[in-house]
């Protein structure tokens, strides 16, 4: 039986190796200074709009290779912007412009070509570090930084976006509620993949990097987690479980960070896995495509113009069920198996965009207001507490008076998960 709940943190005695900051007031104020590359991008500039919505800088730099596009946006914005023009490749110029920022927010991918050489430069010039990282090569090469990070007394959070991000803080929700965890899952519909078309930020020609990404990450082999390690499996695998409130339900694996990083943070965990849904025939085109790349076949450019493109049936199917981002925890509690859902009630203007660029806003406003206090390279679930997201991240949707941003449910009993 389907049981509703509002959110709230578990009593019982699971464990999680995420700090509390308890002791520290939410209201603190740090006036700091940032940088965002790309800032002028599909991800950046609702980065930007949440960042001074909030009040978080007194200086924001918005840099990126079109610097036309960035000072349209400084134009739109207001203070605290300014634009500047930046070759994130160009190691020198990185230095020079972020010597005069206390933090460096990254929203440029695809983050396997690009994010290892911005933290180095980074974490060279003293500066704090945050990212919408969504690719588990990459964010494993970061945490090799973790020794130098510290080192410098630095605050690292890798992935702060939508999925992940987002998704990290709803698995540590659902993972709180129950004595001993047993599988994480972590997912996003195809549905919210997408992005608001801006008349004054007219997309480039060519599929974007999103969508690299996607080709990327369903090709191979992905890293994830599984018997309570890490393993090397194929991508794009069935998956079928019980969702409370939505009966069974069927995703796809892909590769993606929360999959190899929740397990470094909530105890025992035997899997943990990150899905994709959609309708079947966009799945079938993807595994052609993926095959192809994998092959050798075509490059990632044509790869990738051809997942954008994908030949739509006169039968679209059922409507995915599943929410644009949610997690679902399978474990024990009170010696009884339950499964236990989160999602958003609500989720920000901006689709991709704003799913994605609010919640680095929000991290970067709980670094100023003192609340990441972990030094060194974490993902999101290792440094940033779920109730102190969500109480900001409330600013960015719209609720009915007195509703919770997320909505919780449980499951008793469920039928086991199957793969494949």
């Not at 059922?318 to 024990?332: E, H, N, T, V």
Request: net charge negative.
């Amino acid at each position: 039986m389907a049981r509703t709940a509002r959110h709230s943190r578990s009593a019982g005695s699971f464990r999680v190796n995420s700090p509390l900051s308890i002791g520290v007031d939410m209201t603190t104020n740090k006036e700091i200074s940032a940088i965002i590359i790309g800032g002028a991008g599909a991800m950046g500039r609702w980065a930007v709009r949440a960042i001074a919505q909030l009040g978080s800088v007194s200086e924001l730099l918005i840099a990126d290779i079109d610097l036309d596009k960035a000072q349209r946006l400084v134009d739109e914005v207001g203070e605290p912007c300014r634009a500047i023009r930046l070759d994130a490749t160009d190691a020198d110029a990185m230095r020079e412009a972020f010597a005069e920022c206390d933090v460096v927010l990254n929203t440029m991918g695809p983050f396997s070509l690009f994010a290892r050489r911005i933290l180095e430069v980074a974490i060279e010039s003293g500066c704090d570090y945050l990212d919408i990282d969504d690719d588990w090569e990459s964010t494993l090469e970061a945490f090799e930084l973790d020794a130098a990070a510290r080192e410098k007394g630095l605050h690292v959070i890798k992935g702060i976006g939508g999925s992940p991000g987002f998704s990290n803080m709803c698995a540590l929700v659902a993972a709180r509620r129950l004595d001993k965890v047993d599988e994480l899952f972590t997912g996003w519909s195809l549905r919210g993949a997408v992005t608001e078309e801006e008349t004054a930020f007219p997309a480039p020609a060519g599929a974007s990097a999103a969508v690299e990404h996607w080709l990327i990450q369903v090709s191979g082999s992905i890293r994830t987690w599984r018997d309570g390690r890490e393993q090397d499996v194929a991508p794009l695998e069935s998956v079928s479980l019980d969702y409370p409130g939505l009966g069974r339900v069927h995703a796809y694996t892909v590769g993606h960070p929360e999959a190899i990083t929740l397990p470094r943070y909530v105890e025992g965990v035997s899997r943990s896995t990150n899905l994709t849904s959609g309708p079947e025939w966009i799945f079938e085109h993807v595994r052609k495509v993926a095959a192809a790349y994998t092959a050798g076949e075509v490059s990632l450019a044509e790869g990738a113009r051809q997942m954008d493109e994908p030949p739509v049936p006169a039968d679209l199917g059922p409507r995915d069920p599943l929410s644009q981002c949610w997690a679902a925890a399978y474990g024990l509690r009170d010696g009884r198996p339950v499964v236990v859902s989160v999602e958003p009630a609500a989720v920000p203007r901006g689709k991709m965009g704003g799913g994605t660029g609010v919640p680095l806003a929000i991290g970067l406003e709980l670094l100023r207001r003192g609340r990441i206090t972990r030094t060194g390279v974490h993902a999101p679930e290792g440094a940033i507490e779920p109730d102190d997201f969500f109480a900001l991240y409330g600013n960015f949707v719209e609720l009915p008076e007195g509703k919770d941003p997320l909505v919780i449910r449980e499951l008793d009993d469920p039928s086991p998960v199957s793969f494949g």
